[in-house]
């Protein structure tokens, strides 16, 4: 019994050493950024994910040399980081979609795009400000939106070229089945991105 314990414990110590060419390849690029020859903590973290196969590699030797599962466990440590790492991504990942899941409730579709570059994504229309912008509700970062155009009277002057925009939206429709380039006189418009203001859909996801 002891020895099958000790073989199972052995094999998911083994693990993460499938994932060390990925770790190998990041850490190297920590020892090439320009330092004044201190020891920071990135670079102690770095020489930690060189070297730990050499870790793994003791203590599952020693363990079965001397059939010992504590030894066995001490070479299973990168593998419990490694676990615990993951269930901590997997969580953060389903706080931030239910994040998105309610915020998203909060704001109109006016114009669905279900097909071409943008499918998936929305348009909303934000009436105090007269702007236009872009949803996608399946970005990674919590910043997830873009600026589309700004309303001035019956028209809409695009932040994007017009060219480029008739791409971009052309396929984003409202529930009478009509485009942005349907509803508005379209022109040019000069605003910067710094003139849209996005900081609503800047979600933050609570710890």
């Given at each position: 019994?002891?020895?099958?314990?000790?073989?199972?414990?052995?094999?998911?110590?083994?693990?993460?050493?499938?994932?060390?060419?990925?770790?190998?390849?990041?850490?190297?690029?920590?020892?090439?950024?320009?330092?004044?020859?201190?020891?920071?903590?990135?670079?102690?973290?770095?020489?930690?994910?060189?070297?730990y196969p050499l870790l793994i590699g003791l203590f599952i030797f020693l363990s079965r040399k001397f059939k010992s599962i504590p030894l066995a466990l001490v070479a299973s440590i990168p593998f419990l980081f490694m676990l615990a790492f993951s269930i901590k991504a997997l969580i953060d990942v389903m706080k931030r979609n239910r994040v998105v899941e309610e915020f998203l409730t909060t704001i109109s579709k006016d114009f669905v795009c279900q097909s071409g570059v943008n499918a998936n994504k929305f348009i909303t229309y934000e009436k105090e400000k007269k702007q236009f912008v872009i949803i996608d509700p399946e970005a990674s970062d919590s910043y997830f939106s873009g600026p589309v155009g700004k309303v001035e009277g019956d028209q809409l002057k695009l932040f994007f070229q017009i060219a480029v925009a008739k791409e971009q939206y052309e396929k984003c429709l409202n529930k009478d089945g009509k485009s942005l380039f349907d509803v508005y006189t379209i022109s040019q418009g000069t605003e910067s991105f710094h003139d849209y203001d996005l900081k609503k859909y800047e979600l933050k996801v609570q710890e």
């Open positions: 019994m002891q020895k099958r314990l000790l073989t199972i414990i052995n094999i998911i110590s083994v693990i993460p050493l499938l994932i060390y060419p990925v770790l190998f390849l990041t850490s190297l690029m920590v020892f090439e950024v320009p330092r004044s020859g201190q020891v920071s903590s990135a670079m102690i973290m770095a020489w930690l994910w060189l070297t």
